[in-house]
Structures are given as structure tokens and as C-alpha cells.
Nanobody, 114 residues
């Protein structure tokens, strides 16, 4: 089992920045990828960014150049630096971990006001 604790969501004006963190604990030895998904009201959950243990990153086209994902492997923590936020970035952001199984965080609300 892997437990995830997210932090860093909140309310910000358009153009502002937020940083999300997600710390994994428990059976972390088999984690091979960590990342963030988001779900806006009335929409499907979508990938925002993902990073493998080797540092390979994947981003949604909508966030490329604005968001940066990073990972502290010894701490089993993944970060999402979000800059130049837009109202359309408003969503619940979920931390995601892939190991033998997939694990999800409880979600953290990000609200960007115009």
C-alpha cells in the first residue's frame, strides 16, 4: 500500500503561481512514476504531468511551458510548479502514483480567478 498526502492548492488570480506537493509513504520501493491529474466540473479527469523515476516527463499540451513537474526520489515527493495560471486551470488536482498498482491522492482544489 502507498499513502499519498497532497498540499498546496488554493485560490489565486490569473497570472499567478501555485506549487503542489505530494508525498508518498508506505510501499514506495516499487514506485516507477508519479504525477498529477485534474478534473474540472463536468469534465473527465485528465493528465496534467507525469514523471518517471528516471526523470522522463510528460505534459498535457495545455500546460506546456507554464507547469513544471519535479521529483525528489529519496523523499518520494513530487511537485508541480504552476505558473501563469489561467481560469481554465481551475480544477481538483489529484496526485497519482504508479507502482505495482495505481494510487490516487484525495485531491486538492485549485481555483484561478479572472
Amino acid at each position: 500500500q502507498v499513502q499519498l498526502v497532497e498540499s498546496g492548492g488554493g485560490l489565486v488570480q490569473a497570472g499567478g503561481s501555485l506549487r503542489l506537493s505530494c508525498a508518498a509513504s508506505g510501499s514506495t520501493f516499487s514506485i516507477n512514476a508519479m504525477g498529477w491529474y485534474r478534473q474540472a466540473p463536468g469534465k473527465q479527469r485528465e493528465l496534467v504531468a507525469r514523471i518517471t523515476v528516471g526523470g522522463f516527463t510528460t505534459y498535457a499540451d495545455s500546460v506546456k511551458g507554464r507547469f513544471t513537474i519535479s521529483r525528489d526520489n529519496p523523499k518520494n515527493t513530487v511537485y508541480l510548479q504552476m505558473n501563469s495560471l489561467k481560469p481554465e486551470d481551475t480544477a481538483v488536482y489529484y496526485c497519482y502514483v504508479r507502482s505495482i498498482y495505481e494510487y490516487w491522492g484525495q485531491g486538492t482544489q485549485v481555483t484561478v480567478s479572472s
